[in-house]
């Protein structure tokens, strides 16, 4: 059995589906999904085991993301996640649970292009991606436009 597959077992568990439609699904026999399921604790009725993992989830005793066991350090933050990996799939995989504050979202027209778009957390920023801020710094020369002057000098020469 692959990783990819012990992972497609987890998650169809998480969603409450049996031993005999996960081993179809995955072309596996019925007794090996079984068997990881008992050694990995995904045994018993699939309602039963997503209830029970939630629950674990909530109260911080395995990973948010793929359930394994997590040994929660003596002092300082309780872990949620079981790795770097865990986290960054999580959050990759649920953008809507991030609490962002609406008065950090920011208007800004790109100064190279002049297309609109919205950042956050950033009042400064100038430029709407990469590439436009390379064509802007340096490029200006094969355009044909005036040499690049950084926005901290143009500010010190307009209060001159």
């Not at 993992?53 to 079981?82: H, N, S, Y």
Request: aromatic content about 10%; proline content about 2%; charged content about 30%.
């Amino acid at each position: 059995m692959t990783s990819v597959q012990e992972k497609q077992i987890r998650n169809f568990r998480m969603k409450g589906i049996g031993y005999k439609a996960i081993a179809s699904t995955l072309g596996l026999s019925r007794d090996v999904v079984r068997n990881y399921c008992k050694s990995h604790g995904l045994d018993g009725y699939a309602t039963e085991v997503v209830v029970n993992l939630k629950e674990q989830m909530q109260q911080g005793d395995v990973c948010g993301c793929c359930g394994t066991v997590i040994l929660q350090p003596a002092i300082g933050r309780k872990r949620r996640f079981c790795s770097e990996k865990c986290r960054r799939e999580w959050w990759a995989a649920h953008p809507e649970e991030s609490r962002k504050k609406e008065a950090a979202f920011y208007e800004k027209t790109c100064v190279y292009c002049g297309q609109h778009f919205t950042v956050y957390g950033n009042k400064n920023r100038r430029y709407c991606r990469h590439e436009c801020y390379v064509h802007d710094r340096f490029w200006r020369e094969e355009e044909g436009r005036e040499p690049y002057a950084s926005p901290a000098r143009s500010e010190e020469e307009k209060h001159e």
